[in-house]
């Protein structure tokens, strides 16, 4: 028998639903039989079950929208790869096949590239903060950017290019070295250099060619 747990304001003994042949264990033979009261309570709950549902994929479908006007904004102020946005999402509680979704759209929108965010990033890294091409690829790696688009956009950066730039990197840093005995200065060079991830060949020469500009 089915325990029935009534409001405080309801009285067992008056209840259709107590009397219930379905409450009670009793086979129901045909609608005929549920009391009225019953089917009318029965018609209720269950259209609130529907109308729940309807609202719940309502409000689901809001708050999709919501994320992706949010995830436009935060893309015009930081570059951001796929790896990066699936985990953004994913913390902002968006199911899988949502974020999946939206990523592709964004990328079908051009919005997300990651073959154009890494050569982006190994420009402005290479040009503007002097790092070489092993710190490029791992800095990029982190970020979740495929190995095969890091390589293609890591070709742009040559063995010349790089001397070329750790080079002007020592005959700046040098300067600051007018004070120091030579020994000091190359010591301090070549952590400098080292730091940004520039192979020791390269460090080397940059290294010469710095220290020489200090006769």
């Not at 089917?39 to 479908?61: G, K, N, P």
Request: proline content about 2%; hydrophobic content about 40%; aromatic content about 4%.
């Amino acid at each position: 028998m089915t325990n029935v747990t009534f409001l405080p304001w309801v009285d067992p003994e008056s209840s259709p639903i107590a009397a219930s042949p379905e409450i009670s264990g009793e086979a129901v033979g045909d609608a005929a039989d549920i009391p009225a009261g019953v089917q009318r309570l029965s018609r209720v709950m269950f259209t609130e079950v529907e109308d729940s549902t309807e609202e719940e994929e309502s409000v689901a479908a809001l708050d999709l929208d919501a994320l992706e006007q949010t995830l436009l904004r935060k893309l015009h102020t930081h570059d951001m790869s796929v790896h990066e946005v699936m985990t953004w999402l994913r913390s902002k509680d968006a199911a899988e096949g949502d974020a999946a979704e939206l990523v592709a759209k964004f990328e079908r929108l051009n919005y997300l590239d990651d073959e154009r965010l890494a050569r982006e990033l190994v420009s402005r890294l290479s040009e503007r903060k002097g790092k070489s091409k092993s710190v490029i690829s791992r800095e990029l790696r982190q970020r979740g950017i495929s190995s095969h688009a890091v390589d293609a956009a890591l070709e742009a950066i040559d063995d010349d290019d790089e001397l070329a730039k750790a080079t002007e990197l020592a005959l700046q840093r040098v300067r600051q070295f007018s004070k120091l005995d030579q020994a000091t200065a190359e010591r301090r060079l070549v952590g400098f250099l080292s730091r940004r991830g520039y192979s020791g060949q390269t460090v080397r020469e940059a290294c010469r060619e710095a220290l020489a500009s200090r006769n």
